[in-house]
């Protein structure tokens, strides 16, 4: 189903998140990236806040009603477009060679590494980050699962 193509693009994203914030210190490209992912994810929540208003809406009604249906061709479109947004998403992380399952300990000695051997001066890091991402793809994914409108 689109829920679940959804919630595995989900995965794998977040598989390479950590990579992705190690190597944004030294790769603008990579920023880019994760703005479009973050870009992403407020398409989709928007789309399952959607469809948790529309749920309410209709519990008790019948869902034969051509407005029904028409939400639901239309929520049916809008999951198949971020759905190929996501795996566009999925698919560029090969092209910024960033990995799946980086470890912190080998994230924070090649940050060192860089930093003893450059006279580079990076901008300063935002800390606090990881916690909001957790959050947010936990949150994502939950709903994801939860909607009736994504089966």
């Not at 950590?18 to 990236?33: G, H, L, M």
């Not at 469809?51 to 939400?71: D, H, Y």
């Not at 947004?85 to 080998?106: C, H, P, Q, W």
Request: aromatic share 8%; hydrophobic share 35%.
């Amino acid at each position: 189903s689109k829920a679940q193509k959804l919630s595995t693009n989900l995965d794998l994203i977040k598989a390479v998140l950590e990579d992705a914030e190690k190597k944004q210190v030294t790769d603008r490209s990579i920023k880019v990236w994760l703005q479009q992912l973050k870009d992403a994810l407020y398409v989709l929540d928007d789309i399952l806040d959607e469809c948790s208003i529309e749920s309410n809406r209709l519990k008790g009604s019948s869902s034969f009603k051509p407005k029904n249906i028409m939400f639901r061709h239309d929520i049916g479109k809008k999951l198949k477009d971020i759905t190929r947004r996501f795996d566009d998403i999925a698919e560029s992380k090969n092209k910024y060679l960033l990995r799946e399952g980086v470890t912190i300990m080998e994230s924070s000695s090649e940050v060192a590494e860089w930093r003893q051997t450059s006279s580079f001066i990076s901008e300063p890091k935002v800390y606090g980050r990881e916690d909001d991402k957790e959050n947010i793809v936990e949150f994502l994914l939950t709903k994801a699962m939860d909607s009736d409108f994504l089966s």
